[in-house]
């Protein structure tokens, strides 16, 4: 599975920003896509993924009511629509895919990664 994600950038706080996620090749094995964050000295941290099986959805607290997450219905695109962006938003974000369908939430059961896109939100 190949991931590729796309639109990051620079974004006053209060302000949206929507990432996207493109998947190809293998994406059948796919039972969960994530998003994750990673800032300098700090471990990556799923904000959000969604869960093939049964369409839910899984949001960290500290994006909860702000970020939103969809599919297209089909395993090849996932998006993060992130609103009331804040400073300690400010992250590198990865999507990446697991065939994990209940140990989705750490991320070294996620076996494919996409390549991180910046994400920088000031006060």
């Known amino acids: 599975v190949q991931l590729q994600a796309s639109g990051g950038g620079l974004v006053q706080a209060g302000g949206s920003l929507r990432l996207s996620c493109a998947a190809s090749?293998?994406?059948?094995?796919?039972?969960?896509m994530g998003w994750f964050r990673q800032t300098p000295g700090k471990e990556r941290e799923l904000i959000a993924a969604?869960?093939?099986?049964?369409?839910?959805?899984y949001y960290a607290d500290s994006v909860k009511g702000r970020f939103t997450i969809s599919g297209d219905g089909t395993k090849n695109m996932v998006d993060l629509q992130m609103n009331s962006l804040k400073p300690e938003d400010t992250a590198v974000y990865y999507c990446?895919?697991?065939?994990?369908?209940?140990?989705?939430?750490?991320?070294?059961?996620?076996?494919?990664w996409g390549q991180g896109t910046l994400v920088t939100v000031s006060s």
């Open positions: 990446a895919a697991t065939s994990q369908i209940l140990h989705f939430t750490s991320s070294r059961f996620y076996k494919y």
């Open positions: 090749g293998r994406t059948y094995s796919t039972n969960v």
């Open positions: 969604i869960r093939y099986r049964d369409n839910s959805s």
